[in-house]
């Protein structure tokens, strides 16, 4: 059974920096595509970073020099840095994972960045 925990979410002024972990069992993250997602309140979900198994990585132009995305595969592990937030940056933060393996995709339960001052 594959479980994603995110964690690190949180309140935060503008300005400030939260990092989000995603910690995977039952897939192993290193032959996995994965993704952080968001979904503001009344918007759709929207990408925000990802990483594949080479460890290519991609952002969207709104986090761009600001987030951060990462693996440690010893960790089974994803982060997502985000420094610089700023308010409109506030949404649920999803982690998202395809497992080449099983040609399946896996979601978190989401964790809350809410960024005010």
């Known amino acids: 059974q594959v479980q994603l925990v995110e964690s690190g979410g949180g309140l935060v002024q503008p300005g400030g920096s939260l990092k989000l972990s995603c910690a995977a069992s039952?897939?192993?993250?290193?032959?996995?595509?994965i993704g952080w997602f968001r979904q503001a309140p009344g918007k759709e979900r929207e990408g925000v970073s990802c990483?594949?198994?080479?460890?290519?990585?991609d952002y969207a132009d709104s986090v761009k020099g600001r987030f951060t995305i990462s693996r440690d595969n010893a960790k089974n592990t994803v982060y997502l840095q985000m420094n610089s937030l700023k308010p409109e940056d506030t949404a649920v933060y999803y982690c998202?994972?395809?497992?080449?393996?099983?040609?399946?995709?896996?979601w978190g339960q989401g964790t809350q960045v809410t960024v005010s001052p």
């Open positions: 998202y994972v395809h497992d080449w393996y099983s040609d399946n995709d896996f």
């Open positions: 039952g897939v192993t993250l290193a032959y996995s595509v």
């Open positions: 990483i594949n198994t080479w460890g290519k990585t």
